[in-house]
């Protein structure tokens, strides 16, 4: 009988959620759905981040592309940083493999591996629901055969949940780059200053500055449109070269460091908002935007006094008690009696 009243307290308590989640989505929720609280460490609603928008397609990019709209990109590494670059209306939002660095303290890029990405990847994807997310597929996961690259795309979609992929590589990718692409899969490439290959490079230097290598940033550009890019990554390239491939191209180039001439720009979150300490190094293209660390590390600064000096918690930051629960506990303690035989409705009298 017992357990019968239970069952019936217990659908009482649930029938107005229900009848919430089986309303048409025009319905306005119910007071009692809005006060519920699951968790004080519960993800934040990603209901902020659409606005009602419209989510970013391909053919949203290639129409802002045609309409000479500058298209915004921006990474992110995690949940947060995903929902704030879409809440500020990102188009695209890149899972780059700088992860290496500005997440997991590597030294290159070159360090992350492909299931440290998808993980990434992951849980951007659970923030990003209107912009258009790219997620990387880092070094050793597709220059060995294209067969291998189009299982690692595979795999980025289908476990990381992203949209589409990049790589980074001209001419001697296309093969890659076709094979993806013709499976069914957007594909992003990036030439210029391809960072995965910085040793062969010399280093993270400026690309397309002489006509010889001006021109194999050409023949890069075109070879990764004909192979079925949607877009192209132009990395560290003089403004001029870099605006003379975009006219060239029938996609969108997306420069970094490469001038305001390309059909759209990416910035690594973590270095634009200045989450890092202020002696740290930063390529010349960056604008800081913002100084999250000076912001950050005061908020920790003043935390810790107070907890030091006891002002926090206040009053305010605490849960209220009963003073006759308080004492009857006090004196159970005291007489090393527990009060579990004693009626809750006696404490309350």
């Not at 303290?105 to 990847?121: C, K, R, Y």
């Not at 070094?139 to 294209?146: A, C, D, T």
């Not at 189009?150 to 980025?156: E, F, K, P």
Request: hydrophobic letters at 40%; glycine letters at 6%; charged letters at 20%.
């Amino acid at each position: 009988m017992a357990s019968i009243t239970r069952l019936n307290q217990i659908t009482r308590l649930t029938r107005p959620l229900l009848q919430d989640a089986c309303r048409p989505v025009t319905s306005a929720p119910s007071p009692q759905w809005q006060q519920i609280r699951w968790s004080s460490h519960a993800p934040t609603s990603v209901a902020l981040a659409t606005r009602g928008q419209k989510p970013v397609t391909i053919q949203t990019l290639q129409k802002m592309y045609t309409e000479n709209k500058p298209i915004t990109m921006l990474t992110a590494h995690n949940f947060p940083s995903a929902l704030m670059a879409q809440e500020a209306g990102m188009d695209m939002i890149l899972v780059g493999d700088s992860l290496a660095m500005v997440s997991l303290g590597l030294n290159d890029t070159s360090e992350v591996t492909l299931d440290e990405m998808i993980m990434s990847a992951r849980a951007v994807h659970r923030a990003a629901n209107r912009s258009f997310t790219v997620g990387d597929l880092p070094m050793g996961s597709y220059e060995i055969s294209p067969e291998q690259a189009l299982t690692s795309a595979i795999r980025m979609i289908k476990e990381g949940r992203m949209q589409s992929v990049k790589l980074e590589g001209g001419a001697e990718m296309a093969p890659a780059i076709k094979k993806i692409t013709t499976a069914g899969i957007p594909l992003c490439a990036h030439i210029g200053l391809t960072p995965q290959r910085q040793h062969a490079l010399g280093g993270f230097r400026v690309q397309g500055n002489t006509l010889d290598k001006a021109m194999s940033l050409f023949r890069d550009a075109k070879a990764v449109e004909e192979a079925g890019a949607f877009a192209v990554v132009l990395e560290c390239v003089p403004p001029d070269i870099a605006e003379e491939v975009t006219k060239a191209l029938k996609i969108p180039t997306i420069g970094i460091g490469a001038g305001n001439k390309t059909s759209g720009q990416v910035l690594v979150q973590i270095d634009m908002l200045g989450v890092r300490p202020p002696d740290s190094f930063m390529p010349k293209f960056v604008k800081q935007f913002g100084s999250i660390w000076d912001t950050g590390l005061a908020a920790i600064k003043q935390y810790k006094d107070e907890v030091s000096d006891r002002s926090y918690p206040s009053a305010s930051h605490v849960y209220k008690s009963d003073a006759k629960v308080t004492e009857a506990f006090k004196q159970a303690i005291q007489s090393s009696e527990a009060p579990a035989s004693q009626p809750v409705e006696a404490l309350k009298a």
